[in-house]
């Protein structure tokens, strides 16, 4: 008896914490971790394979489109496992999923890693990072959608709205980002990266197994009360959710598409036409993060308002400048272009926030969102330089001028 009072004491403490402070602070501690080692995969892998290809802007935009096709198959997986698994079981497929990424680490390059063959050099790429970082970075790639519909399930008085949860985790990814170029690769070999990342993914699983025991102590005390497990959130079910059109999800798609294809398209032109320097791809990347850190929460950190006045405006100055490059310098061009894109980054993300479904259709927002993502990366990466006639400024030129057309729809 005495086992079984002290069982219900647990479970009881556990729901109480869910539906507190103490459960908005593991899921948010999980996210920040989750985001971090996220985005450290990339310069660390990076790292690893700039001995093999050098510092090309195309291979940087190639690698680009690949974690973002696996971000992608990893909310695909998050939307497959919070649709058709029960939120019981749902951990515990988690956890093995990230057991089984586990086996893997240390990542690393496969043993018969060599120099590429000439004109196979993006299969090249491609297949070394399957092999050699592919399922760890998979099995976190999940956790943004599947721990805020984990949440969104909890009881807790945000868990109607918890997209402000993405923000954070953006943050995680934004500081792990910095941190790369200034702290972590002046103070520690590969080697040691790839060992602490290792422990980090570990210290995941264990927050991950944390979030979980709260969301199964959530609904076992939501039970005892009467409240049907099913239930989305301590506010309403899936009824109460309007329905998705196709239009929402295409809005969703374009939304996305537009900033990332910026960012590809941005990035490559001021590696290949302005300057080459070591990590200059993270000023862009780092802009983009941060972007979801201002506008994906209730109040925006910055006037919504102000930037769609600016927005189309900077957007006409950069296309002039660059169908057209004698006018300025090149710098300057690179100065004009940065604010448009950050511009436009940040209508389209806010646009997203204030487009975003109810906690109940909550990973297929994020799925159509990834989805618009690698779409637009793949335009910027592979489509738009097919023309090998075409000069830089008119490439860059080519994804301003579509996202531009997009908007003005």
């Not at 999940?142 to 997209?163: E, I, M, R, T, V």
């Not at 197994?209 to 102590?217: E, F, S």
């Not at 975003?356 to 994020?366: D, G, N, V």
Request: glycine share 6%; net charge neutral; aromatic share 10%.
């Amino acid at each position: 008896m005495s086992h079984t009072v002290a069982r219900a004491s647990v479970a009881s403490r556990l729901g109480m914490a869910a539906s507190g402070r103490t459960g908005l602070y593991v899921y948010a501690a999980t996210l920040l971790l989750s985001a971090s080692l996220l985005f450290s995969v990339q310069p660390i892998f990076a790292k690893m394979v700039l001995p093999y290809l050098g510092g090309s802007p195309s291979v940087w935009a190639v690698a680009m489109c690949f974690f973002q096709a696996v971000l992608l198959a990893g909310y695909c997986y998050a939307h497959a496992l919070n649709r058709f698994v029960s939120v019981r079981f749902a951990p515990v497929i988690h956890l093995s999923v990230c057991c089984i990424a586990a086996l893997t680490l240390p990542f690393g390059l496969p043993g018969w890693v060599s120099e590429p063959a000439t004109g196979n050099t993006y299969l090249w790429l491609i297949s070394v990072l399957t092999i050699g970082v592919g399922v760890p970075f998979f099995a976190v790639s999940a956790n943004a959608p599947l721990l805020q519909a984990w949440f969104a399930k909890s009881g807790h008085p945000d868990a109607a709205d918890p997209y402000f949860l993405y923000g954070a985790s953006n943050l995680g990814s934004l500081v792990s980002l910095l941190a790369y170029p200034f702290l972590i690769e002046p103070l520690f070999g590969v080697d040691s990266q790839r060992a602490a990342w290792a422990a980090g993914f570990l210290a995941l699983m264990l927050t991950i197994a944390a979030c979980g025991m709260l969301l199964i102590a959530a609904l076992r005390g939501r039970d005892e009360d009467g409240v049907a497990a099913g239930d989305i959130t301590n506010v309403g079910d899936a009824s109460d959710a309007a329905d998705v059109s196709n239009s929402d999800r295409l809005g969703w798609i374009a939304l996305a598409f537009i900033p990332s294809a910026l960012l590809v398209a941005f990035t490559t032109h001021i590696t290949t036409d302005i300057a080459s320097a070591p990590f200059l791809w993270v000023i862009p990347l780092a802009t983009f993060l941060a972007t979801f850190v201002v506008v994906f929460r209730d109040t925006s950190l910055i006037s919504h308002d102000w930037v769609l006045r600016l927005q189309p405006t900077l957007v006409v100055v950069t296309l002039l400048l660059v169908t057209i490059p004698s006018l300025v310098s090149e710098m300057a061009q690179g100065g004009v272009a940065f604010i448009a894109f950050v511009l436009t980054t940040l209508v389209c993300h806010r646009s997203l926030y204030d487009n975003r479904p109810a906690a109940s259709k909550l990973t297929e927002f994020y799925l159509y969102m990834s989805l618009g993502g690698v779409l637009g990366g793949m335009f910027a990466a592979i489509i738009a330089p097919l023309n090998s006639n075409a000069s830089r400024p008119s490439r860059t030129a080519t994804v301003l001028t579509v996202q531009l057309l997009l908007l003005a729809n």
